[in-house]
Nanobody, 128 residues
Framework: QLRLVESGGGLAHTGGSLRLSCAASGASLNSYSTAWFRQAPGKEREPIAL??????????TYADSVQGRFTISSDNAKNTVYLQMNNLKTEDTNVYYCAVATGWVSTFYALRQEVNGWGQGTQVTVSS
């Protein structure tokens, strides 16, 4: 059974950077589409980045709110997906979750329908 463990959250200042990691065990992430979601208190959990790691090509999708600032990537050898977050803003303060959907998912709409595994979440706090 696939298990996901996030790490790398913490406190940053506006304009700063953090890198989140999502380490998988129990199965290869090559069989999944992997995504990062985030959730603020009282709000719906929203997808922000999606990657399909299939070897030479790793198509990615981003939410408008993070496009150009965040980068999702994968290291197949480590069975780990990362989220590099640059130029952080206070509105990036959220709990960040790693998630997977079996097979190939290329849109956030499909991702919401197909997600079937979650990590425990990691808190990111950005202060001005």
């Amino acid at each position: 059974q696939l298990r996901l463990v996030e790490s790398g959250g913490g406190l940053a200042h506006t304009g700063g950077s953090l890198r989140l990691s999502c380490a998988a065990s129990g199965a290869s992430l090559n069989s999944y589409s992997t995504a990062w979601f985030r959730q603020a208190p009282g709000k719906e959990r929203e997808p922000i980045a999606l990657i399909n790691s299939r070897g030479d090509t790793d198509p990615t999708t981003y939410a408008d709110s993070v496009q150009g600032r965040f980068t999702i990537s994968s290291d197949n050898a480590k069975n780990t997906v990362y989220l590099q977050m640059n130029n952080l803003k206070t509105e990036d303060t959220n709990v960040y979750y790693c998630a997977v959907a079996t097979g190939w998912v290329s849109t956030f709409y499909a991702l919401r329908q197909e997600v079937n595994g979650w990590g425990q979440g990691t808190q990111v706090t950005v202060s001005s």
